[in-house]
């Protein structure tokens, strides 16, 4: 964990030090999130959600369209299922809300197509801090009439076995620029897994605006 932290302070301390260049550029954008849980022993879990993000692209030669990305996004995930337990005879409800915060480092590279239209395909890492993970069970004896329910709901970031509060991943993806307006697919992995015998990846779409 140490060695992952120096890691990103470094990466941090290099994109500081970066000179302003004319080729730098400002990015906001939104995406759709779909966060997928491997689960080890059990059926894999979906979280889908929404995205906010803010880039900063360094220029880091004023002959090669090669550049540095860094930023911040925050990240909303929910999952949701219900399914009857006939031995029981109860319906159970499960939900799961996810928020965590990540700062990118990519490498990306620029290639012009013409009429303000562009590529910029990228490859980087994930640094990842997750703030919120909590699991609710509702419990209904009676679905019809709604009677005799109950809840527990859990904080998956704490007590025994509890999952990860920082995860490092990779990611590429590409996007493409026309004028201001930007629209790119990414896919990453996250090296840290979310959880004892639970390993993470997401997948995303954004639409956004550079500046």
Not at 27 to 44: A, C, M, P, Q
Not at 145 to 171: I, R
Request: proline share 2%; no cysteine.
């Amino acid at each position: 964990m140490k060695k992952f932290l120096i890691t990103a302070v470094a990466l941090t301390a290099l994109t500081v030090t970066i000179p302003a260049s004319a080729q730098n550029y400002n990015r906001v954008g939104v995406s759709y999130e779909l966060e997928t849980w491997n689960v080890k022993h059990g059926d894999n879990i979906n979280l889908n959600g929404f995205g906010i993000d803010y880039i900063h692209g360094f220029g880091l030669s004023k002959n090669i369209p090669l550049y540095l990305e860094t930023g911040l996004k925050m990240s909303m995930g929910f999952y949701s299922d219900s399914y009857r337990d006939y031995e029981e005879e109860e319906k159970v409800e499960e939900n799961i809300t996810k928020m965590s915060f990540s700062v990118p480092v990519n490498v990306a590279y620029k290639v012009n197509l013409g009429n303000n239209m562009s590529l910029l395909p990228y490859v980087g890492l994930n640094f990842k801090v997750n703030a919120l993970a909590n699991a609710k069970v509702t419990w209904k004896y009676d679905d019809y009439l709604d009677l005799e329910s109950e809840s527990e709901t859990v904080n998956l970031l704490k007590g025994e076995d509890s999952a990860n509060v920082f995860q490092l991943g990779w990611h590429l993806g590409v996007g493409f620029n026309y004028s201001k307006f930007y629209a790119g697919l990414s896919y990453g992995t996250d090296f840290i897994k979310f959880a004892d015998g639970i390993n993470s990846s997401s997948f995303n779409v954004t639409l956004g605006y550079n500046f």
